[in-house]
């Protein structure tokens, strides 16, 4: 109903029929430097960051010009928020967002209203075969107020959205969860990772078979192999990773195809850098730096968001010109540390038990200002996983050579951080 989002919807997919993936390109890289221009003119954070800089790199001409750029840390949004923030850019266009604090002191940023999330929405529905106006389920973190629920009941008339709190997850809530699911038939199932992944694991437990949506979209954390075919076998639907933050919503997701995510490449740039800043081949994990194109009001350029990640050669059987890049596997902060300074980052640490889905249904590592590290574990009922504990523990003793004792505990739950469950929680400073 509103004529502008569904104007915008059209363009962008025209966009990306239009253009093949050098055309793609070019235009990436012109609205990089119409962003960096903006940021100059409009953001004071900016002008002092670039005053050092000659005018040849701001003024950009290469690909290797926008990657002389400064890289904008997490510490810089949370130190400058006021000064990152355009001054042309009105109040009531911008929609201020920020982090929980699971990995570190919350930051903060301005969304720009201008440019609306639904027709990014639209656009990977569309990918996996769904119209927009249909009935949809959600897992989110917190509840939503009740003007919110009203507001959005009113908004999406006549298709129905129900709603589980992350937060509310005792059987009571997640059965009356089910039945309005029976009830409404939605054909997107879509909510945070973790929380997706618990209500996967509660229905499996309980023996509950839903009517299977079309579509489970996950976000807003890893997606394992483990989880992905734990929620794929409580759900009946195929399970689609979508690559989003708090800072940046949309960066990438998968199509039908699940051969990786395909990077929104005319929305965001994406870049994956070594510990020095230095760009690495494709196929190689980096540090994940992201430019967002659209936001004008609380610029993001070349933004370290603190997540590992990995560019993909070659182009996806889809037909798609959009880029690939693999699934993250985690922050960087998430690392068992070692007294010689070579860390096990969670990359390698979430794929332990890839191939025992059906054994180990959670875990995490718990670091102790000793360098100790206890990995808890909850099996799935009535396995036997001592052997296996054992082996993974060993494996790892290997990886450190030997350099840290590790343990291990079967628990009942997992420690939360934040409403979140990291896959490492760790003492030392």
Wanted: charged residues 25%; contains cysteine; positive net charge.
């Amino acid at each position: 109903m509103d004529r502008k989002i569904y104007q915008k919807h059209l363009e962008n997919e025209h966009l990306l029929v239009s253009m093949d993936a050098a055309a793609l390109s070019k235009y990436n890289f012109e609205k990089r430097k119409d962003l960096v221009a903006h940021a100059l003119k409009h953001s004071d954070f900016y002008k002092d960051k670039y005053a050092s800089l000659q005018s040849t790199t701001t003024n950009l001409k290469t690909e290797e010009d926008f990657a002389k750029l400064p890289i904008l840390t997490r510490e810089d949004l949370r130190e400058n928020f006021g000064s990152i923030t355009a001054a042309d850019v009105r109040k009531k266009d911008c929609h201020k967002m920020s982090t929980s604090g699971s990995t570190g002191p919350a930051i903060s940023v301005f969304h720009d209203k201008r440019f609306p999330m639904a027709p990014t929405q639209w656009r990977l529905l569309q990918w996996w075969g769904i119209r927009p106006y249909v009935n949809k389920a959600f897992i989110y973190r917190y509840p939503r107020p009740l003007f919110t629920k009203i507001l959005n009941t009113l908004l999406w008339w006549p298709t129905k959205r129900i709603f589980l709190a992350g937060t509310e997850m005792d059987e009571e809530h997640m059965r009356k969860f089910v039945n309005a699911i029976n009830k409404t038939r939605p054909l997107v199932l879509q909510g945070y990772t973790d929380v997706v992944y618990d209500f996967a694991l509660f229905l499996l437990d309980q023996e509950i078979r839903i009517q299977a949506p079309k579509a489970v979209w996950v976000t807003s954390g890893p997606l394992t192999k483990q989880q992905r075919s734990i929620m794929q076998k409580a759900f009946c639907a195929p399970v689609y990773d979508q690559y989003g933050s708090t800072e940046v919503l949309y960066v990438a997701a998968e199509c039908r195809q699940q051969n990786g995510l395909h990077i929104l490449h005319d929305m965001v740039y994406v870049e994956c850098v070594d510990e020095y800043n230095r760009p690495v081949p494709q196929n190689t994990s980096g540090k994940i730096l992201l430019t967002d194109l659209n936001n004008y009001a609380f610029p993001l350029i070349r933004y370290d968001i603190g997540d590992y990640g990995q560019l993909l050669s070659g182009a996806c059987a889809c037909g798609m010109p959009l880029p690939l890049m693999d699934n993250v596997k985690g922050r960087q902060s998430a690392v068992i540390k070692t007294p010689s300074g070579t860390p096990l980052n969670v990359a390698y640490l979430t794929t332990l038990f890839d191939d025992f889905p059906e054994k180990i249904r959670a875990y995490q590592f718990l670091q102790e200002e000793d360098y100790s590290v206890r990995l808890c574990y909850i099996p799935f009922k009535d396995k036997k996983v001592d052997g296996l504990i054992s082996k993974v523990i060993d494996e790892m003793v290997n990886e450190t050579d030997a350099e840290i004792k590790i343990s291990s505990k079967q628990v009942k739950s997992m420690t939360k951080v934040s409403g979140k469950v990291p896959m490492v929680i760790c003492a030392i400073e």
